[in-house]
């Protein structure tokens, strides 16, 4: 097998190292011819294996054996190289302690698991004795394992950020009265106004009031762009908002009752109403174009649209959620109907940045859960109102979630700030199917 390998190498420390350490298959068992290595000057050999790790661990598997810088421990290799071995007049009898804890620091570094030297030049093949060497990729996950920085602990506050009040804030859960836009502007509807709050500029700004206390606002919703404001009222019409010019642009009429819930798909406005039907409004249209769809036997209480636009949810007061497609709505065929609620849904926020669920509740709690999702294992509770919590919207970035409740205020919760930049990582919208529900809240 060694025929032609120079009788001065056969009794090179190497080869014996190979003799008694190592084996391999041997090279007639390769279904191709494998080059010889001992043809290969060194310094050719130290530039493949630089540039090609793989190339001499395909030639090893012949009958020659080429150290992997791969296995190589270069930093203590280089140390054992420089240490100068202790002489035998130099070791002291008795031994302190911290002579002891240097040996044992050194036995630490220097021997393996099996309590054998460490050897400079690793091989790779088939072991005979040695059973806890590392291959390549166990040691380059190790070395990921211990450079993947930790990620830092996360404090949820448990307080409100900020309360503002909300006088008149009329307490029924079956109306949409709170919605934050694109443009950072959070409108809400107080009795028979809206008030339009900018969270940069920290500044209130009255939108619309009546004069009929009877004919108020029961919705609010922002377009995608958020430079329009939709709001629904008591007399069944839906009024468009031009917020930059605060001026009217539209009235949209097609219900019989109050418009409860609000939902924009791109140029689509959505309403729902007490009157137990649902319709789509192009705003496009200068005349009137809708469609109506009836699915529910109660007041639609609740509207989302997906975010791809493909799929829209409605809620009702008869306790069942519909998912629609828009091609089936023109004959109130539903794609997927959901029977198993014994009470409406209200205020559901989702996580953008994590898999978690923020819900409110009333009756005895008054306060939001933080939900694990899927587990639904709870995270923690937060408390700030004094009554019921009736409406959840997030803000543009998703790190603060808004509370509406019956006892008139309005609490800013940061429950939702994002993990710093090192360990965010954007996912991608998963809005194909029925329970995509991302950036929705679900009443």
Not at 95 to 121: I, V
Not at 233 to 255: N, P, T, Y
Request: charged residues 25%; positive net charge.
């Amino acid at each position: 097998m060694d025929e032609g390998i120079p009788r001065y190498q056969m009794g090179s420390p190497l080869m014996r190292l190979r003799e008694h350490q190592w084996y391999s298959p041997s090279s007639s068992k390769c279904a191709c011819p494998v080059p010889k290595i001992h043809s290969l000057s060194p310094f050719l050999l130290f530039v493949l294996e630089f540039f090609n790790p793989n190339f001499l661990f395909r030639l090893s598997k012949g009958d020659r054996f080429i150290p992997t810088r791969s296995l190589m421990n270069l930093d203590l290799a280089q140390s054992l190289l420089w240490e100068r071995l202790p002489e035998k007049g130099d070791r002291p009898e008795i031994l302190t302690a911290t002579d002891e804890y240097r040996r044992k620091l050194r036995e630490e570094l220097t021997l393996d698991s099996e309590g054998k030297p460490f050897k400079m030049l690793p091989f790779r093949g088939i072991l005979r004795t040695c059973k806890n060497v590392l291959h390549a990729e166990e040691m380059m996950q190790e070395r990921w394992d211990r450079s993947r920085p930790v990620k830092p602990f996360r404090r949820i506050p448990t307080t409100p950020d900020r309360v503002l009040n909300a006088p008149n804030l009329m307490d029924d859960h079956n109306l949409n009265l709170l919605d934050w836009g694109k443009s950072n502007i959070l409108a809400v509807a107080l009795g028979p106004s809206v008030y339009l709050w900018n969270a940069e500029k920290r500044e209130v700004k009255l939108l619309r009031r009546v004069n009929d206390e009877e004919d108020h606002p029961t919705s609010v919703a922002w377009s995608g762009d958020g430079k329009t404001l939709a709001v629904g009222f008591a007399s069944s019409r839906i009024e468009l908002w031009d917020v930059a010019s605060s001026r009217q642009v539209r009235i949209l009429e097609g219900h019989t009752s109050r418009v409860g819930s609000l939902s924009w798909n791109r140029n689509i406005l959505t309403s729902g109403s007490h009157d137990a039907s649902i319709i789509n409004h192009d705003v496009r249209s200068i005349g009137r174009s809708a469609r109506h769809v009836r699915g529910h036997t109660e007041e639609v209480c609740g509207l989302r649209w997906s975010g791809a636009g493909d799929l829209l949810a409605s809620g009702g007061n008869d306790n069942l959620v519909h998912v629609w497609e828009p091609s089936y709505m023109g004959s109130s065929k539903y794609l997927h109907k959901f029977t198993d609620h014994r009470a409406p849904v209200c205020a559901l926020e989702w996580n953008r940045h994590e898999k978690e669920i923020l819900s409110a509740h009333g009756y005895g709690r008054n306060r939001l859960s933080l939900w694990a999702y899927p587990s639904m294992s709870k995270i923690v509770d937060l408390s700030g109102h004094a009554a019921r919590v009736l409406h959840l919207t997030q803000s543009p970035d998703g790190s603060t979630v808004v509370s509406a409740a019956a006892d008139e205020r309005l609490c800013f919760w940061k429950v939702f700030e994002p993990p710093p930049l090192a360990f965010s990582r954007k996912r991608d919208e998963e809005n194909s199917g029925p329970l995509s529900l991302k950036r929705l809240h679900i009443r």
